[in-house]
Antibody, heavy 115, light 106 residues
Framework: QVQVVESGGGLAKPGGSLRLSCVVP????????MSWIRQTPGKGLECVAY????????YYADSVKGRFALSRDTANNSLFLQMNSLRADDTAVYYC????????WGQGTQVTVSS | DIQMTQSPSSLSASVGDRVNITCRAS??????INWYQQKPGKGPNLLIY???SLHRGAPSRFSGSGSGTEFTLTISSLQPEDFVTYYC?????????FGQGTKVDI
């Protein structure tokens, strides 16, 4: 059973930062395509960031380009989404997704941007 | 970006009914479509991948069909736990894009 575990969500002020983490015990994340997808009641499901296996390529949605950045810690087998210059419309549940052909999703972490 | 048009947005059905949910892609995506079930407060759970392959652990009453631009998720006999929301997703190119969802009500 593949388990995808996200962490790092919470409350941030507009203009602030958060870093989301994702681990998949038993799997080397560097060997798989990984994505972050967010969900809001108004906009539905949106793919915000993707990193290909082996470290690249990377993709970012226009809505987060220049503000969000993906990275991998291969030593600790973790994936990170650094979110800077947060805006109210970044408020969403963020899901880490492991793989692409038969993707596995985490349970999500809530990010709330509010003053 | 590839647009995914899912229909209907909601439907009413009864336990035991056969239900079809469709997704149309704005361009051909071969068989690169996945179907998810989402229960309230939970993340999406994969049901069908690559248009017609049943994800391990998904009940066999779920099936998928189609290729190119037209796809269908079929629930052969609705069970009480199936009255939730379903989404399609194209995985041909990034950004992955999703249908708007179908809520299945009693």
């Amino acid at each position: 059973q593949v388990q995808v575990v996200e962490s790092g969500g919470g409350l941030a002020k507009p203009g602030g930062s958060l870093r989301l983490s994702c681990v998949v015990p038993g799997f080397s994340l560097n060997d798989y395509h990984m994505s972050w997808i967010r969900q809001t009641p108004g906009k539905g499901l949106e793919c915000v960031a993707y990193i290909g296996s082996g470290g690249g390529p990377k993709y970012y949605a226009d809505s987060v380009k220049g503000r969000f950045a993906l990275s991998r810690d291969t030593a600790n087998n973790s994936l990170f989404l650094q979110m800077n210059s947060l805006r109210a419309d970044d408020t969403a549940v963020y899901y880490c997704v492991f793989g692409d052909y038969e993707p596995h999703w985490g349970q999500g972490t809530q990010v709330t941007v509010s003053s | 970006d590839i647009q995914m048009t899912q229909s209907p947005s909601s439907l009413s059905a009864s336990v035991g009914d056969r239900v079809n949910i469709t997704c149309r892609a704005s361009q051909t995506i071969s068989s690169f479509i996945n179907w998810y079930q989402q229960k309230p407060g939970k993340g999406p759970n994969l049901l069908i991948y690559a248009a017609s392959s049943l994800h391990r652990g998904a009940p066999s009453r779920f099936s998928g069909s189609g290729s190119g631009t037209e796809f269908t998720l079929t629930i052969s006999s609705l069970q009480p736990e199936d009255f939730v929301t379903y989404y399609c997703q194209q995985s041909l190119t990034f950004p992955w894009t999703f249908g708007q969802g179908t809520k299945v009500d009693i």
